[in-house]
């Protein structure tokens, strides 16, 4: 599993640049099965998820080629259309292949994805929204199969602006028969990301980044060339780490719209952020002031994936904070691992945590649960004076390509073992 040995209590300086996004390559990667061609994507980067999704794609019958920044994939051959059993169970996302199996073949076959340590994570509203296509389930509990003679457009109003069934109905519907409105769908910049990759491959999708996503279907699609945007959430982590050491660091490959909410949360905390030119600067010094309410929100409202990292900067601040998670309902397993480095958190529920700033977290032994919640104890050992040791690394590189070399040139020190 591995862990990161982080000796905290310098102030972070230097530079780094933000890889590509995790959150949107996958989809892209599942859009690849479509276009039965060739499909050529930069950025892509080199974490965990994404070497899972590329043997969900030769687990397919794709052909598929990595150099670790531009992934080649040729889906002409794939002919697959079960999802592998053991890749559904490891990454929840790989759901997002259904829109696309269902797409190009008409058919899915997939384990039921688990649920995970930040709640249920159902698929109800991408099911319910492939039914309005014209899907038909078979009755199983734990599997899901499902087939169409042919998509049919639908107009699918979603409950919940959910990221993934949103980009799951994009999929399903680029090649579908007629016209697929999406209302009330996310708005995201990663669903922005996708819609510019189908369009590239000749599809006809408008209206990402508004609630209302309007996809006429077309008969077949193309090769396409295309490039990744940069990960917001990386992007947010790396400004934590600057603004929880008092640092002064640079950032490039990061798109300011994008991160905005973490941007104007750390300027309201008393953190100096500026652009010079393709760069974003942050300067952090003395005690940061509590936020009196964080609250988490689909886009463009403070980001869920950034909860966690934040809830770890609240805690070295002077004063009280609020933080409320309304995406997950248990996005909150750093907290008691926080604890244990001197942090003064009290859950409210499940979905409420009083933050009381503690002058300065002290290193110690934590574990990471999930991504997030690891990249926060990351963070928190730049803080704490000393040696913390946090274990299960693995879920860390699932979404960061090397998150200690990166930290390194902030000039901090920490360490895979
Ligand atoms: C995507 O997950 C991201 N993952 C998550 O990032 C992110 O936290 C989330 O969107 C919200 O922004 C990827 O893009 C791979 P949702 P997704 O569907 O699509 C409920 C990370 O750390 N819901 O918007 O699964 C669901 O239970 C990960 O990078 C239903 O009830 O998120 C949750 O409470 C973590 N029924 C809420 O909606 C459904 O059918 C948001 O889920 C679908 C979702």
Known sequence: MGKYIVAGGKRLNGHVAVHGSKNAVLPIMAATVLTGAQSVIHNCPDIADTRCSIKILRHLGCDVDYDGYTLVVNSANADGI???????????????????LLGRFGVVDSAYPGGCLLGGRPIDLHLQAFCQMGVVFEDALDVIIGKADKLAGARINLAFPSVGATQNIMLAAVLACGTTTITNAAKEPEIVDLQGFLNACGADVRGAGTGIIVINGVKTLMPAEYTIMPDRIVAGTYMVAGAITGGHISLSNVRPPDVYPMAKALSNMGVDLWGEGEMLVLKSGGRLKSLPRLVTKPYPGFPTDMQAQFT????????????????????????????????????????????NGAARLH????????????????????????????????YIQRGYVDIAADLCSLGADVRLA
């Open 82 to 100: 079960a999802l592998p059993e053991e890749a559904v169970n490891k990454m929840r996302s790989s759901i997002i292949f259904a829109g696309a």
């Open 363 to 394: 290193s110690a032994d934590v574990t990471a649960k999930d991504l997030r919640g690891g990249a926060a104890l990351v963070l928190a050992g730049l803080n704490a004076c000393g040696e913390t040791t946090v274990h299960n690394a693995c």
């Open 312 to 355: 770890a900067l609240l805690a070295t601040t002077s004063g009280q904070s609020a933080v409320e998670e309304n995406l997950f309902e248990a996005r909150h397993a750093h907290i008691a691992e926080l604890a244990k480095m001197g942090a003064n958190i009290e859950l409210v529920g499940d979905s409420r945590f009083i933050i």
